[in-house]
């Protein structure tokens, strides 16, 4: 057990430390959790934006997870992914260290009890969310790093908390959603006779529709992001290197209270094909085309994620160029047309845009993926890519998705990647990115 206070396993309320209020905004000398800057609270209100209800927000976001749970039948989910603990508790720790290093975990019983285990000595940056009942410091990690060659021995431990927690709040219902665990846990819960379901399944479609401070947070996000963005296309110029420019957009997200980038994807000139190349040492030169995708998780860990391509320097675009931008647009944009609540994930693979046949060999490897705290659920894959009964999904009201196209040639000299970010509305969707797209590329 951690060393701060806790009463009977439980926080006590009075050693709860201040942070963000709900409003989103900061107490000056308050005990702050990670969030937004004040710069980017300004930047904000000028363009007329709310920043979420954090109180009402996380509650939200239980009680989908809740919602889940009784649905299937679960007592209760175990995550040990840093996304989904993020999701359920709001809690952030070292996320991107903890995706390779699990040492954190979190319950949450079908009645809504909420069990964290933090990293040791880290209780109390959790101390301050009121839907935490209970943080623990003991017994989560057991990968090798640290237990050793006790991995199995800790691990019967963890699974006995697990094994009491199921019996206080499950009673006979023996259930357990995990989402992912290392070997030795999973055979721990197996050996306690508690029976595993799939966790990660039950916390994408909790996750999967968005309310209005989810929304409202994304829509924050994706303005610091295109703020960024901005700042990138400022200081392009012939001679600048892929990865000087590229660390703009995470300077001025961490500048903002962004938290990470989930890839590092800004390429030029040859480099933009095939697609996927990772920013380098490349020198952009006059007449280069500059293709990226933010990937970028900014304020409140939401995920902004779109693509641009852009021309390099003051002359004119080749027709070929302006060509393939012109597919990736068209691409984009009848994609997007198609969406609305009701229709299926399969209907939108069959009447999704056909990419000319000499665009289909380096398609992208979605049409559409969700969007939150992440990629998220669903994936909508080309005709090529289907997975019959995979996703066999409709799209709701509040669910929020990324519209995506690269047009590249085998063998050819440059691509264009263009990504759009959208929230599904009852008339059909809304494009929640402002960022425009080159203007020479489009004359």
Same mark, same amino acid.
């Given at each position: 057990?951690?060393?701060?206070?806790?009463?009977?396993?439980?926080?006590?309320?009075?050693?709860?430390?201040?942070?963000?209020?709900?409003?989103?905004?900061?107490?000056?000398?308050?005990?702050?959790?990670?969030?937004?800057?004040?710069?980017?609270? @300004?930047?904000?209100?000028?363009?007329?934006?709310?920043?979420?209800?954090?109180?009402?927000?996380?509650?939200?976001?239980?009680?989908?997870?809740?919602?889940?749970?009784?649905?299937?039948?679960?007592?209760?989910?175990?995550?040990?992914?840093?996304?989904?603990?993020?999701?359920?508790?709001?809690?952030?720790?070292?996320?991107?260290?903890?995706?390779?290093?699990?040492?954190?975990?979190?319950?949450?019983?079908?009645?809504?009890?909420?069990?964290?285990?933090?990293?040791?000595?880290?209780?109390?940056?959790?101390?301050?969310?009121?839907?935490?009942?209970?943080?623990?410091?003991?017994?989560?990690?057991?990968?090798?790093?640290?237990?050793?060659?006790?991995?199995?021995?800790? +691990?019967?431990?963890?699974?006995?908390?697990?094994?009491?927690?199921?019996?206080?709040?499950?009673?006979?219902?023996?259930?357990?959603?995990?989402?992912?665990?290392?070997?030795?846990?999973?055979?721990?819960?197996?050996?306690?006779?508690?029976?595993?379901?799939?966790?990660?399944?039950?916390?994408?479609?909790?996750?999967?529709?968005?309310?209005?401070?989810?929304?409202?947070?994304?829509?924050?996000?994706?303005?610091?992001?295109?703020? +960024?963005?901005?700042?990138?296309?400022?200081?392009?110029?012939?001679?600048?290197?892929?990865?000087?420019?590229?660390?703009?957009?995470?300077?001025?997200?961490?500048?903002?209270?962004?938290?990470?980038?989930?890839?590092?994807?800004?390429?030029?000139?040859?480099?933009?094909?095939?697609?996927?190349?990772? @920013?380098?040492?490349?020198?952009?030169?006059?007449?280069?085309?500059?293709?990226?995708?933010?990937?970028?998780?900014?304020?409140?860990?939401?995920? @902004?994620?779109?693509?641009?391509?852009?021309?390099?320097?003051?002359?004119?675009?080749?027709?070929?160029?302006?060509?393939?931008?012109?597919?990736?647009?068209?691409?984009?944009?009848?994609?997007?047309?198609?969406?609305?609540?009701?229709?299926?994930?399969?209907?939108?693979?069959?009447?999704?845009?056909?990419?000319?046949?000499?665009?289909?060999?380096?398609?992208?490897?979605?049409?559409?993926?969700?969007?939150? &705290?992440?990629?998220?659920?669903?994936?909508?894959?080309?005709?090529?890519?289907?997975?019959?009964?995979?996703?066999?999904?409709? &799209?709701?009201?509040?669910?929020?998705?990324?519209?995506?196209?690269?047009?590249?040639?085998?063998?050819?000299?440059?691509?264009?990647?263009?990504?759009?970010?959208?929230?599904?509305?009852?008339?059909?969707?809304?494009?929640?990115?402002?960022?425009?797209?080159?203007?020479?590329?489009?004359?």
């Amino acid at each position: 057990m951690s060393s701060f206070s806790i009463v009977n396993n439980k926080i006590d309320p009075t050693r709860r430390a201040m942070a963000l209020k709900p409003d989103g905004t900061i107490d000056e000398n308050d005990r702050v959790e990670i969030g937004p800057t004040d710069v980017a609270f @300004a930047e904000w209100a000028a363009l007329g934006l709310t920043p979420p209800n954090l109180e009402r927000m996380r509650k939200i976001r239980l009680a989908r997870i809740v919602q889940q749970l009784r649905q299937r039948d679960y007592a209760g989910v175990l995550c040990y992914d840093p996304l989904n603990i993020r999701y359920a508790t709001d809690s952030s720790n070292m996320h991107i260290w903890i995706t390779h290093n699990p040492s954190r975990a979190v319950f949450v019983s079908a009645d809504g009890y909420v069990v964290l285990w933090d990293f040791h000595r880290c209780g109390h940056l959790s101390e301050h969310l009121p839907l935490v009942n209970e943080i623990r410091t003991d017994g989560a990690g057991f990968y090798y790093f640290v237990a050793g060659d006790q991995e199995e021995a800790v +691990a019967k431990g963890f699974a006995g908390q697990i094994d009491e927690l199921l019996r206080t709040h499950g009673g006979r219902n023996r259930r357990l959603a995990v989402d992912k665990i290392e070997i030795p846990g999973l055979r721990a819960l197996d050996a306690a006779g508690i029976e595993i379901c799939n966790g990660m399944q039950l916390m994408e479609h909790a996750r999967a529709v968005k309310g209005i401070d989810e929304t409202n947070a994304m829509r924050c996000a994706l303005a610091t992001c295109e703020i +960024a963005v901005a700042k990138m296309r400022e200081v392009l110029q012939p001679g600048i290197a892929e990865t000087e420019l590229w660390s703009v957009l995470h300077a001025e997200n961490i500048a903002r209270g962004g938290e990470w980038i989930e890839t590092r994807i800004l390429t030029s000139g040859p480099r933009t094909n095939p697609w996927m190349q990772e @920013a380098g040492p490349r020198r952009i030169a006059s007449g280069d085309l500059v293709a990226f995708d933010t990937d970028m998780v900014g304020p409140y860990g939401m995920c @902004a994620d779109f693509s641009r391509t852009w021309f390099c320097g003051d002359g004119r675009p080749s027709d070929e160029q302006r060509r393939l931008h012109a597919i990736a647009l068209e691409h984009v944009t009848t994609n997007m047309d198609l969406l609305r609540p009701g229709i299926s994930f399969t209907e939108l693979t069959k009447r999704g845009h056909k990419l000319p046949e000499e665009f289909v060999d380096q398609r992208y490897g979605v049409m559409m993926h969700g969007i939150g &705290l992440c990629d998220e659920y669903p994936a909508i894959y080309y005709p090529e890519d289907f997975i019959p009964g995979a996703f066999d999904y409709i &799209l709701e009201l509040g669910m929020t998705l990324c519209v995506e196209a690269y047009i590249g040639a085998v063998g050819g000299r440059e691509g264009v990647k263009l990504e759009e970010q959208v929230l599904i509305t009852e008339g059909g969707c809304e494009k929640l990115t402002r960022c425009p797209f080159d203007a020479a590329l489009m004359s």
